[in-house]
């Protein structure tokens, strides 16, 4: 069961490149992010024609989050992260696929920094950190947190820590909010596969950071135990960053044992 996070930075501009990824590599459940349309402008009868269902929670210009799931329908669990009725950022859904529990999320950026989107994206780690606990005490089946994350976990994880010091991705409490999330229980898929590698998931549009290789990993699939116990790969289809009119992230994904479905109880 292969589950990927891709946020597509406007899911109407580079659906052509969405589609295309989806033709080619089949994952069976996605989650996106930054859809940068309202509900009505999904364009959910290509993704439909594309073999896909689809739940999604958009909003207009900005954010936005979805969840697709090949030859089937995701079972909408939630919409919205709990904590805070007047949060009405589009930024969190969550349905279950197969028996596996998908939390897509697209965490505050937070910059600039210091300020009141550094303080709304540390509250926003807060909350997700309570929901995250919530679901690791309620439910033995398998649970996975997908999504744009907008944390640099480590030094590996940039490719000069020191350009970064100062920006929200890559400040000290947000990188310890980080850890108190994974410290709950939760398995960094991809960095548990390949810890010592330079592994990026997004690459900005300026500076030629592509050309570079200048990137950033901060896409992460987080796994539950009974998630991480049939874990079998984790990787980046970076070669999707260097197509034509790409979004500035490449799909991050993962790969579960089929015999997941089956210890599942829902």
């Not at 606990?133 to 820590?161: F, K, R």
């Not at 000290?172 to 810890?195: I, N, S």
Request: net charge negative; glycine share 8%.
């Amino acid at each position: 069961m292969k589950i990927a996070t891709f946020n597509i930075n406007g899911v109407n501009g580079h659906l052509p490149a969405l589609l295309r990824w989806l033709g080619e590599t089949a994952p069976d459940v996605v989650c996106l992010q930054e859809l940068k349309a309202p509900e009505e402008r999904f364009p959910a009868a290509a993704i439909r024609d594309a073999g896909y269902g689809a739940s999604w929670h958009g909003q207009k210009s900005w954010n936005g989050v979805a969840i697709l799931a090949r030859g089937a329908e995701p079972v909408e669990t939630r919409r919205g992260l709990p904590g805070d009725p007047d949060d009405t950022h589009s930024r969190y859904i969550e349905a279950v696929i197969h028996g596996v529990l998908v939390g897509c999320l697209y965490l505050p950026n937070g910059n600039p920094a210091p300020g009141p989107k550094l303080d709304y994206k540390l509250g926003w780690m807060s909350r997700l950190i309570v929901h995250a606990a919530e679901l690791l005490s309620t439910t033995q089946d398998p649970v996975v947190l997908a999504g744009d994350y907008n944390v640099i976990p480590t030094d590996l994880d940039v490719y000069n820590p020191e350009r970064w010091k100062d920006d929200a991705l890559f400040l000290p409490e947000v990188r310890e909010a980080f850890q108190r999330l994974v410290q709950q229980g939760w398995t960094d898929a991809l960095r548990t596969l390949h810890p010592d590698e330079k592994i990026y998931t997004f690459w900005d549009y300026f500076r030629n950071g592509w050309g570079r290789n200048a990137g950033l990993r901060i896409d992460h699939l987080l796994l539950n135990p009974s998630a991480a116990e049939h874990l079998v790969a984790a990787d980046v289809d970076r070669q999707v960053r260097g197509w034509e009119k790409p979004s500035d992230h490449a799909p991050t994904w993962i790969e579960l044992s089929e015999s997941v479905r089956r210890s599942a109880t829902v």
